[in-house]
């Protein structure tokens, strides 16, 4: 049964393979407890919920016998470290900037799952970065690859460019994957790399500190002190990632749907401020990055403008000292601050500081510029 699945998952464009039984060591139930006792996990209520069903496959349904395990690879050929320091593009994430992963993998889970339904029978659950699953730790049980210590996933045939999906399956699969050997070795270069030092030790991630986190997760307003070290980058960072040596394996992807979009290959800062509400939406329709919402992206882009050095943006950030999301004033507040001279930036306090409210808005216009 293993080889066929085996041969089927390839046939359909998936990359790698493997199969586990629906168990986890106990350290990794403790690395997430200790990761959440630390407070290491932000603002990501979801991680703390239902962390049972995390810890043990079967407490979230009592029915799965085996998990099977796919990758799918997603690099595009380009490393993005070439582009951290194009001040007037946008970096956006290598993952997001095709179709969203989440459609193009499951529709891929579905025609598998029913294939092997057709033949072997048995019930199927499939998530693809959907459910309270430890997607990395089974992973790992079923020989895909190796966390690496920036806690990713690591993969001798593909790098770090891949994502990955899980089945569960009522099915006894028996098991012929070993487990792959850690091969990070002395190497450091994932935790030399990060800019906010986040990997603050190896194997260990303080969310509170990436910049993925901060771009994609936080709905808050992000703190000044990571704002100059998120640079260009408006949704996600792949610096540590793309910085491992295990790359020189990576192969361009099959899979055109991951190919970057012409919009989101690279886009000027200049275009992605003069984007509303529905063209947002439009162009964003089949990406990743619609789920963060229009706010929070200009909030990222406004960052980056303030980051730019190109001071002739200031006039298109004034209109966002309006604009209704509390997020966009106040980065637009801060954007203006870094490409203004003072006297400028102290003209406009007077003109739109008694018109705000909004404690978090009012004291971007006292602590910015300072």
């Known amino acids: 049964m293993f080889d066929d699945l085996e041969k089927k998952a390839l046939s359909l464009g998936f990359d790698c393979f493997g199969v586990t039984r629906p168990s986890l060591t106990k350290s990794v139930g403790e690395n997430l407890s200790n990761f959440?006792?630390?407070?290491?996990?932000?603002?990501?209520?979801?991680?703390?919920?239902?962390?049972?069903?995390?810890?043990?496959?079967?407490?979230?349904?009592?029915?799965?016998?085996?998990?099977?395990?796919?990758?799918?690879?997603y690099?595009?050929?380009?490393?993005?470290?070439?582009?951290i320091n194009l001040k007037n593009q946008a970096f956006i994430s290598s993952y997001s900037r095709g179709n969203d992963y989440h459609k193009?993998?499951?529709?891929?889970?579905?025609?598998?799952?029913?294939?092997?339904?057709?033949?072997?029978?048995?019930?199927?659950?499939?998530?693809?970065?959907?459910?309270?699953?430890?997607?990395?730790?089974?992973?790992?049980?079923?020989?895909?690859?190796?966390?690496?210590?920036?806690?990713?996933?690591?993969?001798?045939?593909?790098?770090?460019?891949?994502?990955?999906?899980?089945?569960?399956?009522?099915?006894?699969?028996?098991?012929?994957?070993?487990?792959?050997?850690?091969?990070?070795?002395?190497?450091?270069?994932?935790?030399?790399?990060?800019?906010?030092?986040?990997?603050?030790e190896p194997y260990k991630l303080d969310a509170r500190k990436c910049i993925s986190y901060l771009t994609i997760?936080?709905?808050?307003?992000?703190?000044?002190?990571?704002?100059?070290?998120?640079?260009?980058?408006?949704?996600?960072?792949?610096?540590?990632?793309?910085?491992?040596?295990?790359?020189?394996?990576?192969?361009?992807?099959?899979?055109?749907?991951f190919l970057p979009m012409q919009e989101l290959d690279k886009p000027s800062l200049e275009y992605l401020l003069k984007l509303n509400d529905k063209k947002f939406r439009e162009i964003f329709s089949q990406s990743s990055i619609k789920r963060i919402g229009r706010d929070r992206f200009i909030r990222n882009v406004l960052i980056a403008v303030g980051n730019s050095d190109k001071k002739e943006l200031a006039h298109i950030v004034e209109k966002f000292i309006i604009d209704d999301s509390p997020l966009v004033r106040a980065m637009a507040i801060w954007a203006i601050s870094q490409l203004s001279e003072k006297n400028y930036f102290n003209c406009l306090r007077s003109q739109y500081l008694a018109k705000e409210q909004n404690p978090w808005v009012l004291s971007e216009w006292f602590k910015s510029n300072e």
């Open 36 to 73: 959440i006792a630390l407070k290491m996990h932000g603002d990501m209520q979801w991680m703390e919920n239902r962390i049972s069903h995390r810890n043990n496959p079967k407490n979230l349904w009592p029915d799965v016998n085996s998990v099977i395990v796919v990758g799918v690879n």
């Open 217 to 257: 997760e936080y709905k808050q307003h992000i703190p000044i002190e990571f704002r100059k070290k998120i640079g260009n980058r408006i949704y996600g960072c792949d610096d540590c990632l793309a910085i491992c040596p295990w790359n020189k394996f990576a192969r361009v992807t099959k899979e055109s749907d």
């Open 75 to 83: 690099y595009y050929g380009q490393s993005p470290l070439t582009e």
């Open 104 to 200: 193009v993998i499951k529709k891929k889970l579905k025609v598998y799952t029913s294939w092997i339904q057709s033949i072997y029978g048995g019930e199927y659950k499939i998530f693809v970065d959907t459910a309270p699953i430890m997607e990395k730790p089974i992973a790992v049980e079923a020989g895909i690859g190796w966390q690496g210590k920036h806690t990713n996933l690591i993969s001798r045939k593909l790098g770090n460019w891949f994502f990955l999906a899980s089945i569960f399956t009522s099915l006894n699969i028996k098991d012929k994957t070993d487990k792959v050997v850690n091969h990070c070795g002395t190497c450091s270069s994932c935790i030399d790399i990060c800019p906010t030092n986040a990997i603050v």
